[in-house]
C-alpha cells in the first residue's frame, strides 16, 4: 500500500534539502586554481624559503618552522634581525622560536642594535628575549643611552630590573 501523502512530503523534503547540499558541495570543494598555491601563500613555505635564503641549514629550518605556531611571524623575526643588525640568523632563528611574540622580539633587538656604536651586542638577544614588553625595555635603553653616557649593557641592565617602580612611593628629600 503506497500512502501519497508520505510520498510528497518526502518529495518536498528531498527538493528542499538538494540545493543546500550542493550548495554545501561547494563550498567544501575549492576552486582548482586556489588550491596550488601560486606565492608564497602557506605559512610554512613561506618560512622555509625566507630562512633557507638567509643560509640557515635545512635542518634547522624544517625542525623551526615545522614546530612553530605562527611560522611566518617567526620567520620575519629572523629575517628583520639578520637584515639590521650583525647578528647571526642561526642565534637569531634560535631566540625567535622561544618568545611568544618574535615581531616585538625583532623591533627590540634592532632598535637597540642600530642605536648601538659598537659592533655587535650579542647578548641583546637574551635581554629583549627575557623582556615582558620587549618593545618598551628596547625604547628604555634606546633612551638612556641617547641621554646618559652608559654602555649598552649597563643600560640594559638597569632596564630589565624586575622590580615594579611603579608601586614604589618615590620619596624627594627637601
Known amino acids: 500500500m503506497f ?13 528542499a534539502a538538494t ?3 550542493v550548495s554545501g558541495l561547494a563550498l567544501n570543494f ?5 588550491s596550488i598555491p601560486s ?7 613561506f618560512c622555509a624559503a625566507r630562512l633557507l635564503a638567509l643560509n640557515v641549514s635545512a635542518s634547522a629550518v624544517s625542525t ?19 637584515r639590521n643588525t650583525n647578528l ?3 642565534d637569531a632563528l634560535a631566540t625567535c622560536a622561544q618568545v611568544r611574540q618574535p615581531e616585538q622580539l625583532a623591533t627590540c633587538v ?17 635581554y629583549c628575549s627575557r623582556s615582558l614588553l620587549p ?17 649598552p649593557i649597563q643600560a640594559m641592565n638597569t632596564c630589565i630590573d624586575g622590580s615594579d617602580r611603579a608601586l614604589v612611593p618615590i620619596i624627594l628629600s627637601p
Request: hydrophobic residues 40%; glycine residues 4%.
Open 3 to 15: 500512502n501519497f501523502q508520505q510520498n510528497n512530503q518526502f518529495n518536498w523534503l528531498r527538493l
Open 30 to 34: 575549492p576552486a582548482m586554481g586556489a
Open 19 to 21: 540545493p543546500l547540499v
Open 88 to 90: 647571526l640568523a642561526t
Open 64 to 82: 623551526a618552522c615545522a614546530a612553530a605556531l605562527e611560522p611566518k611571524r617567526l620567520s620575519t623575526c629572523v629575517y628583520d634581525i639578520q
Open 135 to 151: 618593545v618598551r625595555f628596547g625604547e628604555c635603553v634606546v633612551g638612556l643611552r641617547r641621554e646618559i653616557d652608559v654602555t
Open 39 to 45: 606565492s608564497y601563500r602557506n605559512d610554512y613555505r
Open 110 to 126: 634592532v632598535g637597540i642594535s642600530s642605536n648601538s656604536q659598537e659592533e655587535t651586542i650579542p647578548e641583546v638577544l637574551n
